[in-house]
């Protein structure tokens, strides 16, 4: 069964890789077209029956498309601008569906390794790593399905592909954990809400540079509006930041069984905070009207570097935090 598992691990990071690939192609398309930019649609048509281009949803601040036939998504801002970005190309349902068998086989991978360890299968660096990749596949499936973000697709499937690639160069071996930390509800729960959370902040990552190189202007047609990135940002800050919280309000609890302190200043523990701190800046200064648009897409892209730090950070500082097979057999994320 681990072998099965290892299998369906580089079966899903071959198809992650021709899924990065296709959202390249998908993008550099709708770079190329000229002529499908910046399409302009008087606003009451969009929501009639009548509309040639498919029915447009608005979602509070932030306009939904909805499918309109061959694959296409259409969205509209509320000047009536369609948004040319979200319209298909030949190659994006080839994209999707790499990214959905990617993300399947990679869960199948992790359910047997599951089974095979007893607990969630996060307890190396290796397993780990694995799950921070699926979180971010899962993460940008899961928002690309409701908002017109596929043209910046790449950027959260190259972070996940870029994982992918990393834990293959990891030890794969099954090893136990050390008795203190030998807990799999409190492993399995604690680290899930990590991965969840490092998922949907990475497509959040994604916006926030989209928005950075759109700008208020909307400079470029194949990109999503200023508006539908600032509005993706944030919505995904609003669903990871708590489950973030949650993450490390359970590692708190833990680390009280494990250690007889709830908090110890171990660098992991104390870059998990500054992450947490640097979103919640984030959710005030969006809604300041100094900090609002360009800072506040800094602010997630300083964000995403922490997150990418407190993973990796533990392996150049020493502390309690310890992934097994690179360090101690110890984990805690």
Do not use: C
């Amino acid at each position: 069964m681990a072998q099965m598992s290892l299998y369906l691990f580089t079966g899903g990071g071959l198809a992650l890789l021709f899924a990065f690939v296709f959202h390249v192609a998908h993008t550099a398309l709708l770079a190329a077209d000229r002529r499908s930019l910046a399409v302009l649609a008087p606003a009451p048509k969009l929501a009639g029956a009548g509309a040639g281009v498919g029915s447009v949803q608005f979602d509070g601040d932030l306009p939904v498309g909805r499918p309109a036939g061959a694959g296409a998504h259409v969205s509209a801002d509320g000047d009536g601008r369609v948004d040319a970005s979200a319209q298909g190309t030949p190659v994006i349902g080839m994209a999707t569906t790499a990214a959905w068998v990617a993300w399947v086989l990679v869960g199948l991978s992790m359910l047997l390794r599951a089974i095979v360890v007893g607990r969630g299968p996060w307890g190396n660096m290796y397993e780990f790593a694995v799950a921070f990749s699926w979180g971010i596949t899962g993460g940008y499936l899961f928002l690309q399905r409701r908002y017109p973000i596929r043209a910046l697709g790449f950027l959260p499937l190259g972070v996940a592909l870029f994982l992918v690639g990393y834990a293959a160069t990891l030890p794969a071996t099954i090893e136990p954990l050390v008795p203190a930390l030998d807990n799999a509800p409190l492993l399995t729960v604690h680290v899930a809400m990590a991965m969840i959370s490092y998922g949907i902040f990475a497509t959040s990552f994604a916006a926030a540079v989209g928005y950075l190189l759109q700008g208020t202007g909307d400079r470029y047609a194949w990109l999503p509006s200023h508006r539908v990135l600032d509005a993706v940002a944030y919505r995904a800050v609003i669903i990871g930041f708590p489950i973030f919280a949650t993450m490390i309000i359970l590692g708190s609890y833990w680390a009280s069984i494990a250690w007889g302190s709830y908090w110890s200043w171990d660098p992991k523990e104390t870059s998990a905070l500054v992450t947490w701190l640097i979103y919640a800046v984030y959710l005030h200064a969006r809604n300041q009207r100094g900090w609002a648009g360009r800072p506040a897409a800094l602010i997630l892209v300083i964000g995403f570097g922490a997150i990418l730090f407190t993973f990796f950070g533990n392996l150049y500082f020493s502390g309690l935090h310890a992934y097994s097979g690179l360090n101690t057999p110890t984990t805690v994320p």
